[in-house]
């Protein structure tokens, strides 16, 4: 990682991102019922179009984070991603972009709600390291064929939309068995020919399954869920957080 971060704020319905020093950040929600979608995150692509996001490998990005609780309700996490739903998949506070398919490397938090792979032999909810790489397809031909999405209100053609999709989009990820109520650090290095994602000097994930370029940096915390699971149903929305959910996050320059 060669050029210095620069990062922009993003909150909605009440989410604060506070810089507590020259490295530390925090990001918050408050308290708040379903229905409402509260977001705290940093990002460096901003009004960019996705094809003129900052990073290709070779990165490395090296910074300790804590968070408020086990189990938070939504999602929270810190990694390189494309921006493919627009961040809030329709729940408000994103940018304006034309749908894409997924493609990231990044820690990942997803609260019990979740269902985050259309694998069934990998984790799909709490706390993973974990990739994404996407076959290119045109934005707009997935724009075009968006109405085509009612079809995954019936469960018999949901299930064979998520075959397909296991086709277009290729995945890998693993458990991190930590409390992460507690400082750690985290590791990501993206190279041409692996991805590694470590804690504390371990590495969790060394992945083949490498996301195309280029890709956004993003950290942050919401209360959002999303599901699609293998008995055919989807389900998205946002979940009650009865107390302020919040990660602090130390960012160091690249090794």
Not at 17 to 44: C, M
Not at 52 to 57: E, G, I, K, T, V
Request: hydrophobic share 45%; charged share 20%; proline share 7%.
């Amino acid at each position: 990682m060669a050029k210095p971060l620069v990062l922009h704020p993003r909150t909605s319905a009440g989410g604060s991102v506070i810089q507590v020093d020259s490295e530390t950040w925090r990001l918050e929600i408050p308290p708040g019922n379903k229905g409402s979608y509260r977001l705290a995150q940093l990002d460096d692509y901003t009004r960019l179009r996705r094809s003129a996001f900052l990073w290709h490998p070779p990165f490395h990005l090296r910074l300790q984070a804590r968070a408020s609780a086990v189990e938070i309700p939504g999602t929270w996490g810190f990694g390189l991603w494309n921006d493919p739903f627009s961040a809030s998949l329709g729940l408000g506070g994103a940018d304006r972009r034309l749908p894409a398919l997924p493609d990231a490397a990044w820690f990942f938090y997803a609260s019990h709600k979740n269902y985050l792979s259309f694998r069934d032999d990998l984790p799909a909810r709490g706390f993973l390291a974990a990739t994404f790489r996407s076959t290119a397809v045109s934005s707009l031909l997935l724009a075009l064929g968006s109405p085509l999405l009612i079809g995954l209100l019936f469960p018999g053609t949901n299930r064979l939309a998520r075959t397909v999709a296991r086709k277009l989009v290729r995945q890998d990820a693993a458990g991190i068995a930590i409390d992460p109520t507690g400082w750690h650090t985290y590791d990501l290095n993206w190279t041409e020919e692996c991805v590694k994602l470590g804690v504390d000097e371990n590495v969790i994930l060394d992945t083949s399954i490498i996301p195309r370029s280029p890709l956004g940096l993003v950290l942050w915390i919401d209360n959002q869920y999303a599901a699609w699971t293998p008995d055919g149903r989807v389900r998205l929305g946002s979940l009650v957080n009865h107390e302020p959910a919040w990660i602090e996050l130390k960012i160091f320059p690249s090794a």
